[in-house]
């Protein structure tokens, strides 16, 4: 009888490792499950910022663009505005001298 008594607790025995080891496995896999999510909240968080600051950059260079665009047209019209005044002021100056080289005949 004592075999049987034996037997009955290495039985008893590997139940409760089973028991013990399929305990182990389900809180491993419940943690590994609860590190997923929150590596995964961390990371959208982190996405989130990220993508905030490039907008916020974005919108920073893109309103620096539109502002340097308008004053190099600024810039260009006064300048050409400052052309056509230079221009119309010599054109006198440039007419009477062709008119003058061009009457004249050298003998």
């Known amino acids: 009888?004592?075999?049987?008594?034996?037997?009955?607790?290495?039985?008893a025995a590997e139940q409760d490792a089973q028991r013990i080891v399929a305990n182990a496995r389900s809180g491993k896999t419940q943690r590994l499950r609860q590190a997923k999510e929150e590596a995964e909240r961390e990371i959208a968080a982190f996405r989130a910022q990220r993508d905030?600051?490039?907008?916020?950059?974005?919108?920073?260079?893109s309103?620096?663009?539109?502002?340097?665009?308008?004053?190099l047209e600024e810039e260009t019209?006064?300048?050409?505005?400052?052309?056509?005044?230079?221009?119309?002021?010599?054109?006198?100056?440039?007419?009477?001298?062709?008119?003058?080289?061009?009457?004249?005949?050298?003998?």
């Open 1 to 11: 009888m004592d075999d049987k008594g034996g037997i009955q607790m290495l039985l």
């Open 63 to 71: 309103g620096s663009v539109d502002s340097n665009v308008k004053r």
């Open 77 to 107: 019209d006064a300048k050409i505005e400052r052309l056509k005044e230079e221009a119309s002021s010599k054109s006198s100056d440039v007419t009477s001298f062709l008119l003058k080289f061009v009457t004249t005949v050298k003998v």
């Open 52 to 61: 905030a600051e490039f907008k916020k950059k974005q919108e920073l260079s």
